[in-house]
DNA sequence: GTCGCGATTTGCT
DNA sequence: GCAAATCGCGACA
């Protein structure tokens, strides 16, 4: 292994419309920063494998004509993190989009570890699994910078990026509202995937 | 203050 | 296939 840099995906790639950074997203990796370890531990990659998007016009965002409470996230700066609980016990990880003061997120659906040990056996396909895989939490994680490689949690540019697979473009899981916009995207044929 | 629901997952029938 | 687990937030009283 030569000493191959991270490269963190810079602020500008999420003041972008959503539906594009959702679908730009695949390929590109999650890193996490074991911060916590003692020392010289690597920090563990994640493929994209999964994304889908929500808007600030969508009848299914949380900032659906609304500013307060978790939806005031949303309209925060581009590249942060918006990580809300879900029927009472599940994390959900999104990432801003959209330039400050417009809503946009793209949620994390699925993920492909790369370098973790194989008999750890993490379960990371699924916004609920992936989030719990790596102790992701709203009180930790919730508005930390995702395009800078010190935090963390951010993201990077993937190395298998050019060569992907295709994509697949089909409706969002799990939700009652808009149910036909074709706003999921995931690599073909990967087995992380979490609804084919 | 109380009620109902949600971008989910799991276990049981 | 269906319901339970469990909590933040909006709607209503």
């Given at each position: 292994m030569t000493s191959s840099k991270i490269i963190s995906l810079p602020q500008d790639f999420f003041n972008r419309d959503t539906v594009t950074v959702a679908q730009e997203l695949l390929g590109h990796e999650l890193i996490l920063n074991s911060?916590?370890?003692?020392?010289?531990i690597k920090p563990q990659r994640f493929k994209i494998v999964e994304t889908e998007a929500y808007t600030?016009?969508?009848?299914?965002?949380?900032?659906y004509k609304k500013t307060t409470g978790?939806?005031?996230?949303?309209?925060?700066?581009?590249?942060l993190a918006y990580v809300y609980l879900i029927y009472g016990m599940y994390h959900c990880l999104n990432v801003i989009t959209e330039p400050e003061g417009t809503a946009g997120a793209v949620l994390f659906r699925a993920i492909e570890p790369l370098?973790?040990?194989?008999?750890?056996?993490?379960?990371?396909?699924?916004p609920g699994r992936l989030t719990r895989a790596l102790n992701i939490t709203k009180d930790q994680h919730?508005?930390?910078?995702?395009?800078?490689?010190?935090?963390?949690l951010f993201l990077a540019y993937g190395k298998q990026k050019l060569n992907s697979s295709p994509i697949i473009q089909t409706t969002r899981i799990?939700?009652?509202?808009?149910?036909?916009?074709?706003w999921r995207f995931y690599i073909k044929d990967n087995p992380y995937v979490s609804v084919l």
């Open positions: 911060d916590n370890s003692p020392q010289g600030q016009n969508d009848p299914a965002c949380h900032a978790r939806a005031a996230n949303l309209y925060q700066a581009p590249g370098t973790t040990n194989p008999e750890s056996s993490l379960k990371t396909h699924g919730n508005g930390i910078n995702l395009s800078q490689s010190h935090s963390p799990g939700i009652s509202k808009a149910k036909d916009y074709p």
